[in-house]
């Protein structure tokens, strides 16, 4: 037999949980000293504790547990844990990611007003491109990284075997599906050269457009793309002009594995009013 407290370490549970549960009635003592009240229990009873914990992480109420303790056999309870567990580990994710895109924005903002850019108005002529689109759900301009890397090797790939040359660089243009997330879609100026349109590869005639543009060098990220495109916003403000549309990322440089020397220009739309 143990005592309140040996047994409360062996438990995982505090001294004050195992009265709390005595005094609910879900969890009695297997003897009790009738003349200093000392609690006694049983390594046998350790099941019973584990269930009435397991249940309680569950989300359950002493009240909604209580009739359950016993009639789940262990298997149904093993089953009921695993999806709690699962659900458990999606929500750590999600928070991770909440938690990412928190400090990526702290950091968008520390950067935003001490990072001086040379900005440049420019004249894009409309173009023919061989696109990759990345339909990816829910993605965004913090998630999309790992998803646009592999298309550009991947469009890469298929234009050379196709033997058709890039005319630009590669660049992706951005589809907003919602306030929170967007399509970009890999892309490259094929000129006047035949795209093998196939199940992944797609032709598009991009508009010519009026862009606030500027460069960037090293290695791309939101946390640097992010602060860029606010001062291309605030300068077409300053000077009168209005967005027209998701900007367009043009990079030059290795996307290969641990590539680095960078150099990528963001073209804002932007128009008159």
């Not at 209580?66 to 928070?95: F, T």
Request: hydrophobic fraction near 40%; proline fraction near 7%; include cysteine.
């Amino acid at each position: 037999m143990f005592s309140i407290g040996d047994f409360a370490r062996i438990g995982g549970v505090s001294v004050r949980t195992l009265r709390y549960y005595e005094e609910a009635g879900l969890f009695i003592p297997a003897a009790v000293d009738p003349t200093t009240g000392y609690r006694s229990y049983s390594a046998h009873q350790l099941p019973r504790l584990h269930r009435i914990v397991a249940l309680k992480d569950l989300g359950l109420s002493l009240r909604q547990l209580a009739p359950l303790l016993d009639e789940l056999s262990a298997e149904q309870l093993r089953g009921m844990l695993l999806l709690k567990r699962a659900e458990l580990r999606e929500q750590l994710a999600e928070d991770q990611r909440r938690l990412n895109r928190v400090e990526s924005r702290l950091r968008h903002i520390e950067k935003e007003d001490h990072m001086p850019v040379d900005i440049v108005m420019k004249e894009v002529p409309a173009f023919r491109a061989a696109v990759i689109r990345c339909a990816q759900p829910d993605l965004d301009f913090y998630t999309m990284g790992p998803v646009v890397q592999p298309a550009f090797l991947e469009l890469s790939r298929r234009l050379q075997v196709a033997d058709v040359r890039s005319v630009g660089p590669l660049f992706v243009f951005y589809e907003p599906v919602s306030e929170e997330h967007l399509i970009p879609n890999v892309a490259v100026d094929v000129g006047d050269q035949s795209v093998p349109v196939d199940d992944l590869i797609t032709e598009v005639i991009l508009p010519a457009i009026t862009a606030a543009t500027t460069v960037h060098r090293g290695r791309p990220g939101h946390d640097s793309i992010g602060p860029l495109y606010a001062q291309l916003a605030r300068w077409a403000e300053d000077h009168g002009y209005s967005i027209h549309g998701p900007g367009r990322d043009l990079f030059i440089g290795p996307f290969e594995e641990g590539g680095s020397d960078f150099v990528t220009e963001h073209q804002l739309p932007i128009y008159k009013d």
